[in-house]
């Protein structure tokens, strides 16, 4: 009964973060989920101009924009994420002196916010898309498209843990963190599939995660295209890893953390 009690005092604190998170933004307009709507459509519209410029046509089966899209919107999906709870113990270290709130509380409502905040993106876009064009799509398999983008949030999320906690460790980890995952963008398969890979270059770009769950959102959305090179699995043993070293720094810093 205890159990449950602290369980529900603790979800009440995760949400009452994650509803801070989001007046602080996206204010209290519609402007602020404007920007997060308009930052990945320009971005898919520069790289629709792009492909149109040099006359490289999506792979077969699948339209430009949604190629784009469901690449785009899952990367940034994973940085975003990151990024967000990367910073959540800097931005939130005030609210550390209240006893019911842990660094695992800030973390985990930045975390749900930004996943709320990219799954309904994804939707708009799509949907958007859809009536401008004037196409009817039915999506080939909306349960694998969830599943690809839940596993990119907890992906994303799990190693936004490990540079949180490694950040109260040594300001190292903060200086380094975005020249190790700058890459990410090229190497991820947003702007190509892993079937249209030679042999080498597939097995070495799929060490990345992400592009594992870029292809199986990919894979769920386009009935013309199969993930053959997508391994769940692969990407779990990622997550779990990571989790576990999360959580594990957290334990090491927490009262480093509580107490500063």
């Known amino acids: 009964m205890k159990l449950l009690e602290g369980l529900d005092r603790q979800l009440n604190v995760v949400f009452a973060l ?32 792009i492909f149109a410029i040099a006359e490289r046509d999506s792979p077969r089966g699948m339209a430009l924009f949604p190629f784009l899209a469901t ?14 709870v990367a910073e959540a113990i800097g931005a939130n270290r005030a609210l550390l002196f209240y006893p ?42 909306p349960l694998l498209v969830l599943t690809g983008l839940l596993m990119t949030a907890v992906l994303g999320y799990a ?5 949180c906690m490694a950040q109260v460790i040594t300001e190292t980890a903060k200086r380094l963190r975005q020249p190790l995952m700058r890459p990410f963008f090229w190497i991820s398969g947003i702007f190509f599939t892993a079937n249209s890979l030679p042999l080498k270059a597939r097995k070495l770009l799929l060490v990345n995660p992400l592009f594992h769950c870029i292809e199986l959102v990919r894979d769920g959305w386009f009935g013309a295209y199969e993930a053959r090179h997508a391994d769940p699995a692969y990407v779990l043993g990622w997550i779990v890893v990571l989790l576990f070293t999360g959580l594990t720094l957290e334990r090491l810093v927490r009262r480093r953390v509580e107490v500063q």
């Open 159 to 163: 190693l936004g843990l490990v540079f």
């Open 71 to 84: 690449g785009l919107v899952t990367y940034e999906l994973f940085a975003k994420t990151r990024e967000k």
């Open 18 to 49: 994650a509803l801070r998170e989001t007046r602080t933004r996206f204010g209290n307009s519609q402007l602020g989920f404007l920007w997060a709507l308009a930052e990945p459509l320009l971005w898919i519209l520069t790289l629709y101009a």
């Open 100 to 141: 019911q709130v842990r660094p695992l509380d800030v973390t985990f409502a930045r975390g749900v916010l930004e996943t709320s905040t990219y799954l309904a993106v994804f939707a708009v876009l799509m949907l958007g898309y859809s009536l401008v064009s004037g196409t009817t799509h039915v999506i080939h398999s």
